[in-house]
């Protein structure tokens, strides 16, 4: 015969390959895994409630009747510091007579009893010292914000590390690469849903902490009797501070599934996690080396991104004179410190775990 039996339409199909599942579309499988875990709606359930909490407690401490009584009790002390500073020149009087006996006694004209700082113990405290401002929602949304992005990342850290960790255990992982080789691709589709579910997650935690600073304020305004002043303006507006507090979560979260991808087990993952934060960030970061390890821990520096900069004491040793002497300072870590130093970070564990994962045999 000559013929073929094969039609140009039909060679023309067989030429035709697969294309396989598009990045995006790995993605959007990854995350619909992540949504249907039972860990995942625990983390939304905890971050529903500890937002629940941190809300109650502010307008547990905003409450008229709550400012009222503090206004009262510092009325009280500004009455009693006056009575006694109607006994201050006698107390530095004292003060400057016993110095002069000690150092007579011993010699040394060097002796201090601090009495001319008396005077500083003295200066009158304003209310914003002790906590007596207007609730404006603004600021208790700053106030909080902070302390709720770190509760969100340590959720979803593990909630992260947990979501790739649990397909080495189970095999799933296995058999996906078989219906899909490209380990890159899968490894990095795994890595961004790690971060667009951190992103969701702290997208709901902050706005339902934004929602419940409003209404906190707008129930606890106090009456126009009670002279209370408002809280000192924000460096930043309240949407810089949440978006910098969202990528916090997220880099907690990508952090998460790539040291899953380098540890392979959820129970490995927890037990480093808890063990660098109390061996370094609780305890190594201010008993070693005078607090001068702080620029290099993650606690200070993600203060450092939130806060736009961050305070701490460290030791500084000199030597004047030929005598070495140390004392404590105050030391800044910048916000370009913080936010370098986290990008570096998260960029560094996901480049290696995702060239390890590439190499690495998978059952």
């Known amino acids: 015969m000559s013929h073929s039996l094969l039609t140009p339409e039909s060679h023309a199909k067989s030429q035709v390959r697969p294309k396989g599942t598009s990045f995006p579309g790995l993605v959007g499988v990854e995350l619909r895994r992540l949504w249907w875990r039972r860990l995942t709606k625990a ?7 500890f937002t629940g909490l941190m809300v109650y407690g502010a307008y547990d401490q905003s409450r008229p009747e709550t400012l009222a009584q503090r206004l009262d009790n510092y009325e009280v002390m500004l009455a009693d510091m006056e009575r006694q500073k109607q006994d201050l020149p006698q107390m530095i009087e004292d003060c400057r007579s016993a110095q002069a006996q000690e150092r007579e006694r011993t010699g040394d004209p060097a002796i201090d009893f601090g009495c001319e700082q008396m005077n500083a113990q003295f200066e009158t405290p304003t209310m914003e010292d002790m906590g007596i401002s207007l609730p404006i929602a603004d600021t208790i949304t700053a106030n909080l ?62 706005g339902l902490l934004n929602l419940g600073a409003r209404m906190v304020a707008t129930i606890n305004r106090p009456d126009s009797d009670l002279e209370i002043p ?36 959820t129970a490995g993952l927890v037990g480093l996690l808890l063990g660098y934060l109390v061996v370094v960030e609780f305890i190594a970061v201010n008993a070693f080396f005078g607090g001068r390890l702080n620029p290099w821990a993650i606690t200070p520096n993600a203060n450092a991104f939130l806060g736009k900069g961050y305070t701490y004491n460290a030791e500084t ?5 030929g005598n070495f002497s140390c004392t404590y300072a105050q030391h800044e870590i910048s916000y370009t410190h913080g936010w370098v130093y986290l990008l570096v970070l998260v960029l560094g564990v996901s480049t290696a775990a995702v060239l390890v994962f590439r190499r690495r045999d998978v059952t």
């Open 43 to 49: 983390v939304l359930l905890g971050v529903v409630v």
């Open 317 to 321: 040793c000199t030597t004047v004179d």
């Open 145 to 206: 914000a902070s302390y709720a992005a770190f509760v969100y990342a340590f959720l979803v850290l593990i909630a992260m590390g947990s979501f790739v960790a649990a397909e080495f255990s189970t095999g799933a992982l296995g058999n996906w690469l078989t219906f899909k080789p490209q380990r890159v691709r899968v490894a990095l589709s795994k890595l961004v849903a790690a971060g667009v579910g951190s992103a969701l997650v702290a997208a709901l935690g902050l």
């Open 230 to 265: 408002a809280p000192p303006p924000l460096d930043d507006s309240v949407a810089e501070l949440l978006v910098r507090a969202v990528l916090v979560v997220v880099a907690a979260g990508v952090l998460g599934a790539a040291l899953a991808l380098l540890l392979r087990h």
